[in-house]
C-alpha cells in the first residue's frame, strides 16, 4: 500500500447529503444525518472520550455497540449517554464527564500515579480513623465520586409513555437467529412480535461485510410480507419478568409485553482482553472497528495489529485491508496456529502474547512476547490502532434474568437445560455463525408448537439442526495471565484491576458475590457486560475452584441501562371531576386534588365563605362522597357486625353517624346513613375511601354469605349540603316538601323533588348549622345547584369550598378520619367510644377495642387553643413534654366565627379540659391549653334548629 | 410481581388488575381476630378484581413460585 488511503464510502446508516453540526465542549463539530455522536467525535480527531471512574484514566472509543462504559457523555443535560450508539442531532450540546479542567488534561489524573495507595477496598480501610475526620472525607468523597452530573435546571422534560402489547411469540434481537426464528413462528401461524434494539434488522451481519446485504434484504422483505409479525426497531429489552413479562425501551415509551413463548436471539459480543494498559484509547475490539467504519464511514486507525485466533481473526484481517487500514501484524494466541495452506502476505506472529500497550493518551505500539520467551525477551510493535478479535461470549443477561445457566463446552458458552416458555437461538446459545439461522427457524417453530401451532416443517428443521450442532469448530480461549504489571484491567467501569481481584480474593472475598461487593467490578454502567465472565474466570483461578463451582454474580433487570424517567411514566390516572365542575370554573373556582377528584378549595375567600354560612346561608358541592346502597334481609345485621354502632333499631326516615374499624380496632371510615325501609340502607363514606368501603362491605357480605346487595352509586347521585340559619327559607322555595323542624327533624331523610328533580334529602349537621344534604340523579345536579342559588340569592347565599368546610367542621369539632386518624387511632381515643356498642355480641374491632378499654387508651384526640389568640400552629407540629414528641396536631385553624385559633391534637391521655401543653413550631415550644369540645355551638341547637 | 390470574368471570388477567386481600382464613365469628400463618408452600387468599368484574375470589397460590393453583368465587370457598 502507498500514498495516503482512499477515503471510505459513506457508512450504511448516514445520509451525506444531510450535513449538520454541533457543539462538544464548546467546539463545533461537522456531521452527517445517521451517524452517531462518537463517530463524528472520532471523524473529527476526538480521540479521549471520558475519564475512568477512579484513576480518571484517559478513556477511547472501545466496543461501539453501546455496552462498555468509555464514551459516556453528558448529551444536551442528560448525563452518562452512551454516544457511541446515540444519533447525532444538528445543534445538540456534548460536553465530557468526569473530568476537570477538560477531558485531555484531567486533574484527577494524579490518582493514576497513586494507584498503590488506593488499593481495592481502600475507602473501608482508609476512611474510618481518625473518626472526626470522616465529614472532611465524606464532603470530598461525595464530589469526586458518581459519574455525571444532572443539572436540574436543564433537564429536559420527559413526557414518557407506557404501552402494552400482547402477542403468542416474542422474539428479542433481529440479527439473522431473530429473524429466522420470527418467520419460523410466524409461517407455523403464531402472531410474532420482533423487536430490535439497532435501527434496522440484521444484527452483526450489518457491521461484518457489505456482502450480507443481499442476505439481509431477502429476510425483511419476507418478514415485511408476513402480516403476522410486528417488528419494532430500536427497542430495547432489559428485562424479563415473571409471568413471561418483557420490559422494553423504545426512546420515552415503555412497553410491558406479555408473550406466551419467548425466543431470545440477543447474540454475542467481545470482551477486552486482559494486559498491562490494556485501557488505552487506540484499542478496539474489532467489532468497534468494523462498526465505526461500515455503519459511520469512519476509518478507526491507520497502522493496526490485530489480536486473536480462528476463523473470525482471519476474516477479520482480510476485512481490514478492504477498509485501508494497513495491517501491522496479526498475532494468534496460543493454541491457534496457522495452517500450511494459508499463508497471508502479513506478518502473522505464532503463540504470541500481548504484555502491554503503550502510548501517552492514545495508542503508540505493543509489546508482546513469543511462546515461552521471557518478558525481557519481547518484541515492540509500533502501531496506533489495536483490534482485539476476541472469540464471542454470549449477551445472556435476560436469560439469566431468566434463570438459565451456562456452562463451556469447547469455548462456546452454552445454555444448561430449559426454562418453560423462554428459548434461546444464535450467539447468544454459543452456537456458531453458520448454524444461527437454522437454529433461529427451529426455535421459532417450536415457540409456535408450544402454543398451538404446530408446523410440518418442525421435524424436519430438528433433523438438520441436530447435523449442523456436531460440525461447531471449537473456539480458542485465552486464560488471564499472572503479571506483576499493575494496569491490566478487568473491570472498566470501576477500574477494577486483576491485581486487586487477586487481593481482594487473598483478603478472604473469595465467593463470587462477596468478591464482586468489595471490588466493586461489574458494578458500573456495563453491569459486567465486559467484565463478567473474566471476573468468574478470575475468581476461579485463584480459589482453585472450577468455573462451574464459582457460578456467576445474580443478573438483575436493567440488562441495560435506562432513563429513571420511563420507569416513572405515568399510568393511567383520570381525572374526576363532579357534575358541578364546569359551574366551579366559571366561579373562578381554586382546585384542590382530592382522591383523583378536583374539588374547590375555596371561590377566592374562605373567611368570607365561613361567615356567609354561619350568619346567613351556603352551598357546598359534596358529590364527591362514597354513596352506597345496601338492601336484601340481611342488610340490618351486615351493617351491624361492620359499624361499631346499632343500625338495626334506626327507624326507617331516621339518619346517624356511624364509625367502622377493620379487625384491629383501628378507625377505618365514618359516616352518615339512612334507613329507607326495613330491609333498605343508604351509606355515605368518605371521598377517599369510596372503594375501599365498598370493597370491605361486599368482603364481608361474601365471607358471611349474607342474603344482601351493595351497591356504589357515587358516581350515579351528585350531592351538595346546603348549610346556614337561613337554609330552610332557601330551600322552601325549592322543594315541595313540609320543612317544618317537626316534619323534616334534625337526623332524618326525605324523599322530594327540588326545582323538579328527584332528589334524597338528609338532614345533617357536618358544617355545625342547619343544614340539608341534597343528592340527585348526577345529570340532574346543575338544574339543582343552579335553582338553589337563585333562591337563596336574596339571602346572600355563597358557594362555599373544601377550605371553608374544613374551618367550620373544626369549629364543630368534627374529626377527618385520615386527617385526624392515622393507622394507630381507636375510635375510643378519638373521642367517639360513646359510639361504640359493646353490647353487640359481634363487630369488626371488638376484641381489640374492649382490650384497650380494659387497659386504658394511653393518648387522646383533644381540642385545643393556643394561649396567643392569633398563632396557628402548622399541621403535624409534635407535641413535646420534656424535650420529648408525645403527640401531635392534626388539625388547627384560625377561626373567623370565634376570633381565636383552635385545633385538635393528639395528646397523652392524663390530660384534661383546661391543662397546659407545649407545641414544637419551628424549634419554640409554645404553650396550648385542653379546651372542651365543640368550640362552637356546643348544646347542638344551631343544627337542631 | 408481575404473574397472572385467572378470574372465574374475566379469565387470565395481570395481578395488577387484582388487590390482594390476605389470606383467607375461617370465616369471622368476629371474636379474635384470626393470625394467617404466611408459611412457605401453598395459601389460600382472598383477591379483588378491582379493575374487572368487581368481585371477591378466593385464590390458591404457592407462594415460592407464585404458582396459581386455583381460583374461584370467595363464597365459593371451601371452609
Request: glycine share 8%; proline share 7%.
Amino acid at each position: 500500500v502507498s500514498g495516503p488511503p482512499q477515503p471510505l464510502p459513506p457508512g450504511r446508516w448516514t445520509d451525506p447529503a444531510r450535513p449538520l453540526t454541533f457543539t462538544f465542549n464548546r467546539r463545533t463539530i461537522p456531521a452527517v444525518a445517521g451517524q452517531s455522536i462518537a463517530a463524528a467525535l472520532y471523524a473529527a480527531g476526538i480521540r479521549v472520550f471520558s475519564r475512568s471512574f477512579k484513576y480518571h484514566r484517559p478513556r477511547g472509543l472501545f466496543c461501539l455497540t453501546g455496552d462498555c462504559p468509555n464514551c459516556l457523555m453528558n448529551v444536551d443535560g442528560r448525563p452518562n449517554v452512551r454516544t457511541c450508539i446515540e444519533p447525532v442531532r444538528d445543534g445538540q450540546v456534548v460536553c465530557g464527564q468526569n473530568a476537570w479542567p477538560s477531558l485531555r488534561w484531567d486533574v484527577l489524573r494524579v490518582f493514576d500515579w497513586l494507584h498503590a495507595w488506593l488499593p481495592v477496598g481502600f475507602y473501608y480501610k482508609r476512611f474510618h480513623k481518625p473518626r472526626w475526620l470522616w465529614p472532611v472525607f465524606e464532603y470530598v468523597v461525595r464530589r469526586i465520586a458518581g459519574l455525571g452530573r444532572i443539572d436540574t435546571r436543564s433537564m429536559p422534560a420527559v413526557a414518557a409513555s407506557v404501552e402494552h402489547l400482547h402477542t403468542e411469540v416474542c422474539v428479542v434481537g433481529g440479527g439473522p437467529a431473530g429473524m429466522a426464528a420470527a418467520l419460523g413462528a410466524a409461517e407455523a401461524g403464531a402472531r410474532v412480535l420482533l423487536l430490535e434494539r439497532q435501527p434496522e434488522l440484521g444484527g452483526h451481519l450489518l457491521d461484518e461485510s457489505p456482502d450480507h446485504s443481499a442476505r439481509i434484504e431477502t429476510q425483511i422483505s419476507a418478514l415485511t410480507k408476513e402480516q403476522r409479525v410486528q417488528i419494532l426497531l430500536q427497542t430495547s429489552v432489559f428485562g424479563i419478568y415473571e409471568g413471561s413479562l418483557l420490559a422494553a425501551v423504545c426512546g420515552d415509551r415503555l412497553f410491558k409485553i406479555r408473550s406466551r413463548q419467548i425466543v431470545v436471539c440477543t447474540g454475542a459480543r467481545q470482551q477486552p482482553e486482559v494486559f498491562h494498559n490494556n485501557d488505552l484509547p487506540g484499542i478496539f475490539l474489532s467489532r468497534g472497528v468494523q462498526r465505526l467504519a461500515r455503519l459511520y464511514g469512519v476509518r478507526a486507525g491507520h497502522r493496526t495489529v490485530v489480536y486473536g485466533g480462528g476463523q473470525t481473526a482471519r476474516q477479520l484481517s482480510q476485512d481490514l485491508t478492504d477498509l485501508g487500514i494497513d495491517l501491522v501484524a496479526h498475532l494468534l494466541p496460543p493454541g491457534d496456529a496457522l495452517a500450511a495452506a494459508d499463508r497471508p502476505d502479513h506478518p502473522v506472529w505464532e503463540n504470541a502474547t500481548l504484555v502491554k500497550a503503550y502510548g501517552h493518551g492514545r495508542l503508540q505500539g505493543v509489546r508482546i512476547t513469543m511462546g515461552t520467551v521471557a518478558v525481557s525477551a519481547s518484541t515492540h510493535i509500533p502501531c496506533d490502532l489495536l483490534c482485539l478479535a476476541t472469540p464471542p461470549v454470549p449477551a445472556n443477561e435476560l436469560l439469566l434474568q431468566a434463570g438459565m445457566r451456562f456452562h463451556q463446552v469447547q469455548g462456546r458458552w452454552q445454555p444448561d437445560g430449559e426454562i418453560q416458555g423462554v428459548r434461546a437461538a444464535g450467539g447468544v446459545a454459543g452456537t456458531s455463525a453458520k448454524a444461527h439461522a437454522l437454529e433461529g427457524r427451529l426455535r421459532g417453530l417450536e415457540a409456535a408448537a408450544a402454543v398451538g401451532h404446530v408446523s410440518p416443517a418442525l421435524e424436519e428443521c430438528r433433523r438438520q439442526w441436530q447435523a449442523a450442532a456436531s460440525e461447531s469448530e471449537p473456539l480458542v480461549v485465552a486464560t488471564p495471565e499472572q503479571s506483576s504489571l499493575p494496569k491490566r484491567f478487568i473491570c472498566f467501569c470501576e477500574d477494577v484491576t486483576h491485581k486487586d481481584l487477586l487481593n481482594a480474593v487473598a483478603e478472604g472475598f473469595d465467593h463470587i458475590e462477596t468478591l464482586k461487593r468489595y471490588s466493586t467490578a461489574t458494578m458500573g454502567p456495563c453491569q459486567g457486560k465486559m467484565c463478567g465472565l473474566a471476573l468468574r474466570a478470575v475468581c476461579a483461578l485463584a480459589t482453585g475452584r472450577t468455573s462451574a463451582h464459582t457460578g456467576s454474580t445474580t443478573a438483575r433487570p436493567p440488562a441495560r441501562p435506562i432513563d429513571l424517567a420511563v420507569l416513572a411514566a405515568d399510568r393511567f390516572r383520570p381525572v374526576r371531576r363532579t357534575p358541578l365542575h364546569h359551574w366551579h370554573q366559571a366561579a373562578s373556582a381554586r382546585w384542590l386534588d382530592a382522591s383523583g377528584w378536583k374539588r374547590p378549595e375555596s371561590y377566592g375567600d374562605p373567611t368570607a365563605e365561613v361567615s356567609a354560612v354561619r350568619n346567613g346561608v351556603g352551598l357546598i358541592d359534596v358529590s364527591t362522597l362514597a354513596k352506597i346502597e345496601v338492601f336484601g334481609p340481611d342488610a340490618a345485621e351486615l351493617l351491624e357486625r361492620i359499624y361499631l354502632n346499632h343500625w338495626s333499631d334506626l327507624k326507617p326516615g331516621r339518619a346517624r353517624y356511624g364509625v367502622m374499624c377493620n379487625e384491629d380496632g383501628i378507625l377505618f371510615d365514618d359516616g352518615v346513613g339512612a334507613r329507607l325501609g326495613s330491609e333498605r340502607y343508604y351509606l355515605t363514606a368518605t371521598t377517599g375511601n369510596a372503594e375501599a368501603v365498598v370493597q370491605w362491605l361486599e368482603l364481608w357480605r361474601t365471607t358471611w354469605r349474607q342474603n344482601a346487595t351493595v351497591i356504589s352509586r357515587t358516581s350515579a347521585l351528585a350531592a351538595m349540603n346546603l348549610a346556614g340559619p337561613r337554609a330552610r327559607e332557601v330551600l322552601s322555595q325549592a322543594a315541595a316538601l313540609d320543612l317544618s323542624p317537626a316534619a323534616f327533624p334534625y337526623m332524618s331523610v326525605r324523599e322530594a323533588e327540588v326545582a323538579g328533580v328527584p332528589c334524597r334529602l338528609l338532614r345533617i349537621g357536618f358544617v355545625g348549622e342547619l343544614g340539608y344534604e341534597i343528592h340527585c340523579p348526577s345529570g340532574h345536579a346543575w338544574t339543582v345547584w343552579h335553582t338553589l342559588c337563585e333562591a337563596g340569592e336574596e339571602f346572600g347565599l355563597k358557594p362555599f369550598g373544601v377550605e371553608a368546610q374544613r374551618v367550620l367542621r373544626l369549629e364543630k369539632g368534627h374529626l377527618i378520619i385520615g386527617q385526624d386518624s392515622d393507622a394507630l387511632s381507636t375510635p375510643l381515643e378519638a373521642g367517639l367510644d360513646w359510639l361504640v356498642a359493646f353490647d353487640k355480641p359481634s363487630f369488626h374491632g371488638r376484641e381489640p377495642l374492649n382490650r384497650l378499654r380494659e387497659r386504658g387508651p394511653r393518648s387522646r384526640l383533644i381540642g385545643f387553643t393556643a394561649v396567643q389568640e392569633d398563632w396557628v400552629p402548622e399541621e403535624g407540629c409534635q407535641v413535646v413534654e420534656e424535650n420529648q414528641p408525645v403527640g401531635r396536631v392534626t388539625s388547627a385553624r384560625f377561626s373567623p366565627t370565634l376570633q381565636r385559633s383552635l385545633g385538635l391534637a393528639w395528646v397523652p391521655a392524663r390530660l384534661n379540659v383546661g391543662d397546659q401543653f407545649f407545641i414544637r413550631c419551628h424549634e419554640a415550644d409554645v404553650p396550648a391549653i385542653v379546651a372542651p369540645l365543640p368550640f362552637y355551638d356546643p348544646e347542638g341547637k344551631r343544627v337542631k334548629a | 410481581m408481575s404473574f397472572l390470574l385467572s378470574c372465574p368471570n374475566c379469565g387470565t388477567r395481570e395481578v395488577a388488575e387484582f388487590r390482594y386481600a390476605g389470606e383467607l382464613l375461617r370465616p369471622l365469628a368476629t371474636t379474635v381476630p384470626p393470625q394467617g400463618a404466611n408459611l412457605p408452600g401453598r395459601q389460600r387468599e382472598r383477591w379483588f378484581h378491582r379493575f374487572g368484574c368487581r368481585r371477591w375470589l378466593w385464590v390458591e397460590r404457592d407462594l415460592r413460585s407464585n404458582e396459581v393453583v386455583t381460583t374461584g368465587w370467595l363464597e365459593e370457598a371451601p371452609s
